[in-house]
């Protein structure tokens, strides 16, 4: 009875250990991702902003036509900016996923070796009681 207990035991505490490192992760690449996202939105509202203001400022139609380049270009790199944060960020989960699989990997051989263990000790004790 003993045994079972101080086998639940470790087994709770290590599946409680390894919840605890799957959640830290997780946290860890939302908290990066919207970082990165966060940080791209920001840059992405001063350069339109700032596009706006001189938009405003334009009184007749020339002016109009020289700022029609320039705010496609404001345009094409928010886009660029918005593209490069998703990038970083699909690769930051692909590096925590990996993080996770040998996390999960570690367990599995973790576990297989305790079962090992446990199913060689009632041989082993059979092998030396005597007969």
């Known amino acids: ?3 079972l207990n101080d086998s639940f035991s470790k ?4 599946f409680a250990e ?32 700032a596009f706006a203001g001189e938009l405003v ?11 029609w380049p320039k ?5 094409r790199a928010n886009v660029e900016r918005s593209l490069g944060a998703t990038q970083e960020v699909i690769a930051h989960t692909l590096k925590t996923q990996e993080e996770l699989g040998a996390l999960a990997k570690r367990q599995f051989e973790l576990a297989s070796a ?17 007969k």
Not at 11 to 14: D, F, I, M
Not at 57 to 67: H, N, P, Q, S, V
């Open 114 to 130: 305790q079962f090992r263990d446990e199913a060689d000790k009632p041989g082993k004790a059979g092998a030396k009681a005597p």
């Open 1 to 3: 009875m003993f045994q």
């Open 71 to 75: 705010g496609l270009q404001v345009a």
């Open 57 to 67: 400022e334009a009184r007749d139609l020339d002016a109009m036509k020289t700022l």
């Open 11 to 14: 087994a709770t505490g290590q």
């Open 18 to 49: 390894v919840a605890a490192n799957v959640n830290r992760l997780a946290l860890a690449n939302a908290e990066k991702a919207f970082g990165l996202h966060l940080a791209a939105l920001e840059e992405n509202l001063q350069a339109t902003f």
